[in-house]
């Protein structure tokens, strides 16, 4: 399984977060893959923006709630995942449990952006939530962290590479990741082998 940073530790020393570097930035796929991270003109990514085929819409915006602009703060719900929270502030993130993995990539917009709009290969800073999709747990967080991360689509998991291209800056977006499109068998901190992740992924900027 060949990495797609020649170096993972300049991964690490560039964020100074290690489980930051193992969960997104080493990019490493399945031993299916042999180590090639999936094509970002897949036909995932190139469905409509945020919105993967067979996605579900986004339910209805729970009542007399308002993000930081005074417009109703969105609640989607997809594959037994709900995502909930103000604009501009870290989501909660909730998994039914019992609920099948989906087997191909899900990218939902929460809420579009109005900014640039990130294209295959392109950099961005994000912030992100990712938890499991078996149960919930919180394996990653940048909120939690205090600080987003900057980085390129070339140098994190093919589910990034596909289900961000085409989202616009200020926006937010719901991927459900599956292991082939992750790290497959491999294990991580906080990540066990086969997993379904799922990310919660604010685009703060577009920045090549």
């Known amino acids: 399984m060949a990495h797609v940073l020649t170096s993972p530790r300049a991964a690490v020393a560039a964020v100074a ?61 997809s594959n037994g995942v709900t995502v909930s929270g103000n604009r501009g502030e870290q989501p909660k993130v909730t998994v039914t449990p019992g609920e099948p993995a989906p087997a191909e990539l899900v990218a939902l917009d929460i809420y579009p952006g109005s900014g640039a709009e990130l294209e295959a290969g392109g950099s961005g800073v994000f912030e992100y939530e990712g ?39 200020g926006g937010r977006r719901l991927l459900i990741v599956p292991p082939d499109l992750a790290y497959g068998v491999r294990a991580l901190p906080g990540i066990p082998p086969n997993s379904t992740l799922v990310f919660v992924v604010d685009l703060k900027e577009v920045t090549g």
Not at 61 to 77: C, I, K, L, Q, Y
Not at 134 to 145: A, E, I, L
Not at 156 to 164: D, F, K, N, R, Y
């Open 131 to 169: 938890v499991l999709f078996s149960d919930g747990t919180t394996f990653d967080s940048s909120w939690d962290r205090g600080s987003p991360i900057a980085a390129t689509l070339q140098r994190v998991i093919p589910g990034w590479q596909e289900g961000l291209v085409g989202m616009q800056a």
């Open 17 to 77: 977060t290690p489980l930051l570097a193992l969960a997104l930035l080493t990019g490493c796929g399945s031993d299916s893959q042999s180590g090639n991270a999936a094509s970002p003109t897949s036909a995932t990514s190139e469905t409509a923006p945020g919105n993967a085929s067979g996605s579900p819409a986004a339910s209805p915006t729970s009542p007399g709630t308002t993000d930081e602009s005074g417009a109703a703060a969105p609640t989607v719900t």
